[in-house]
């Protein structure tokens, strides 16, 4: 299982009416095997792989 925390911040209050910047997270729990096993087979002494980022692909939102 992977986790991804997902951060999102709202200026509107602040930038309009000097209020708050509000921050909210959401956290995911994602299934991929195919990742887990990639990340736990690296390098074991002197190493180690980790996700450095994540892409947000949107996909073709005329269709609802």
Same mark, same amino acid.
């Given at each position: 299982?992977?986790?991804?925390?997902?951060? =999102?911040?709202?200026?509107? /209050?602040?930038? #309009?009416? !000097?209020? *708050?910047? +509000?921050? /909210?997270?959401?956290?995911? %729990?994602?299934?991929?095997?195919?990742? %887990?096993?990639?990340? #736990?087979? !690296? *390098?074991?002494?002197? !190493?180690?792989?980790?996700?450095? !980022?994540?892409?947000? =692909? *949107?996909?073709?939102?005329? +269709?609802?």
């Amino acid at each position: 299982m992977i986790r991804i925390i997902v951060v =999102t911040t709202d200026y509107g /209050d602040a930038a #309009n009416v !000097g209020g *708050p910047v +509000h921050v /909210d997270y959401r956290t995911f %729990e994602v299934e991929a095997p195919e990742v %887990e096993q990639y990340l #736990n087979s !690296g *390098p074991k002494s002197y !190493g180690g792989r980790s996700i450095v !980022g994540v892409e947000f =692909t *949107p996909g073709d939102r005329s +269709h609802g």
